[in-house]
């Protein structure tokens, strides 16, 4: 299993940077990026990057507000200028921010997602697309000379794994544990797939404390279709039931469970102690 980390929240593009050179220095394989509503953009923030891991990700960039030609022209503009390592990861994002925060039609994800794809998977190989479908109208290629980046996918239920199964490299999931892993991702991916997982962590010596408090945090994120599905299949009531919580020893007993349940890729997320849990990380 590979590991990575990523900032939740950054607060200023310095910061990332810093993060990301803080990654390689500990020889971390990758750093991640993610698209904030309100935040700051992932790709942008993976195009300032000095020192950095071999491999760069965005887990992930929202589809609904770009069209898949801008998305495949931004990650090979960025292949061509940083040196490749780029693991695209995709997704539709939520109705909260697509459709009551944005204005755009929040209209049968799972088919957009697959036509999304359909169209951006070629484009990144340097492909013609000539493509007629429901949401879009394609006829074009991209004159830009890089290898195309790994294509991830945000999936947690049963149709949309199917998607990426048939239309990505891998997945990227968040808010699960191993054994939701093991039991509801495993088995609908693709052999020889990335499950790209992140794994959000907090050393206390108090953890029925802290899981109370995230409870209260995380309530609203718990009420996400998406998640909250995936959740119940899970019997979790909140998404603060799959932060890994407690000492050391609980957070590197859980490393093993992810490796155990077939993550390839753990993208550890420290809600604090950044530096004392990137080195348990490092010690793996």
Known sequence: MRYGTSLITPTSPAEVVAAAADAADRGLDSFWTNQNPG????????????????????AIVATYPRHPVTTATEALTLQAASGGGLAL?????????????????????????????????????????????????????????????????????????????????GVVVTWI??????????????????????????????????????AERLAAVGQLPAYRASLDRAGLANPADTIIIGDESTITDALKRYADAGVTDLVVSPLNEQSRTLDLISRA
Not at 39 to 56: M, Q
Not at 103 to 127: F, I, N, Q, W
Not at 190 to 213: E, F, K, M, N, Y
């Open 177 to 214: 544990t191993p054994e939701m892993i093991a039991k509801d991702i495993a088995p609908r991916t693709a052999p020889g797939a990335r499950i790209v997982a992140q794994a959000i962590t907090v050393l206390s010596p108090d953890p029925d404390a802290a899981r109370a408090g995230y």
């Open 39 to 58: 935040g700051w953009d992932p790709l942008t923030l993976l195009a300032s990057l000095g020192r950095r891991p071999a491999e760069i990700g965005t």
């Open 89 to 169: 990861g995709v997704g539709p994002s939520h109705a909260w921010y697509v459709q009551d925060q944005l204005g755009l039609p929040y209209t049968s994800p799972l088919r957009h997602t697959r036509e999304y794809l359909t169209v951006l998977r070629p484009l990144l190989a340097g492909e013609h697309v000539q493509y007629a479908g429901e949401f879009f109208t394609v006829d074009t290629r991209l004159d830009i000379s890089a290898p195309p980046p790994s294509l991830l996918m945000s999936a947690l239920g049963p149709r949309m794994l199917e998607v990426a199964r048939d239309l990505a490299d």
